[in-house]
């Protein structure tokens, strides 16, 4: 049973548009949610991150927004660059003994 | 610099070779995982170490071990490795304070 969940596998958009990259939980215990980005040959990068008691945080391209009635977060990423191209990792917290919990990844293609 | 190192970063064996992935962290951290990455399925974790002498399973902990006698390093061990463990290995680091984790770049094993 995937607690979090990506369900688009990949996403094109075009450079200086924006990128919404979604990601929906199913356990309302989780109070903290992590964007983490990951290129090729790398280990994942924390990129943003938000609790329970806030509905948007930003960081300056990107910001990720939380709506936990429909337990559902989003990460926005205005404009969208060429190094934006990566995996994205969506990812709730705790889990049982303090763990992460992860979604599938969303690959992220920025067409020049 | 601080950063999670492994080695190897690519590895070949075959089918009950036992091996060991080593893991070192720089950051005095306390808590050390290990994740497995498959198509699909996003990062699950392996095993987990909340500090020196201190581990227990993750979601996926059969046919692994771990060890933590020192606070930085966390190695990983496959004592009869089969098919099924062809993967792309991550190991990460945490304070325990906050969520946000700090990645080893990877190991990816193919048992044959």
């Known amino acids: 049973d995937q607690q979090v969940k990506q369900n688009s596998p990949s996403l094109s958009v075009q450079e200086g548009r924006i990128s919404i990259l979604n990601c929906d939980y199913t356990?309302?215990?989780?109070?903290?949610f992590l964007w983490y980005k990951k290129y090729p040959a790398e280990g994942p990068t924390f990129l943003i991150s938000i609790s329970s008691i806030k509905d948007k945080n930003e960081d300056g391209r990107f910001t990720v927004f939380l709506n936990k009635s429909a337990k559902h977060l989003s990460l926005h990423i205005v404009p969208s660059q060429p190094g934006d191209s990566a995996v994205y990792f969506c990812?709730?917290?705790?889990?049982?003994?303090?763990?992460?919990?992860w979604g599938a990844g969303t690959k992220l293609i920025i067409k020049p | 610099e601080a950063q999670v190192t492994q080695n190897p970063r690519y590895l070949i064996t075959v089918t009950g070779k036992k091996l060991t992935v080593t893991c070192s962290q720089n950051m005095n951290h306390e808590y050390m995982s290990w994740y497995r990455q498959d198509p699909g399925l996003g990062l699950r974790q392996i095993y987990y170490?909340?500090?020196?002498?201190?581990?227990d399973k993750g979601d996926v902990p059969e046919g692994y071990k771990v060890s933590r006698k020192e606070k930085r390093n966390f190695p990983l061990i496959l004592e009869s490795p089969s098919p099924n463990q062809t993967s792309l290995y991550f190991c990460?680091?945490?304070?325990?304070?906050?969520?946000?984790?700090?990645f080893g770049p990877g190991t990816r094993l193919t048992v044959t």
């Open positions: 990812a709730a917290g705790p889990g049982s003994n303090y763990q992460l919990i």
């Open positions: 170490s909340m500090n020196v002498e201190v581990t």
């Open positions: 990460a680091s945490w304070t325990g304070y906050h969520y946000e984790q700090y």
């Open positions: 356990n309302s215990m989780f109070d903290y």
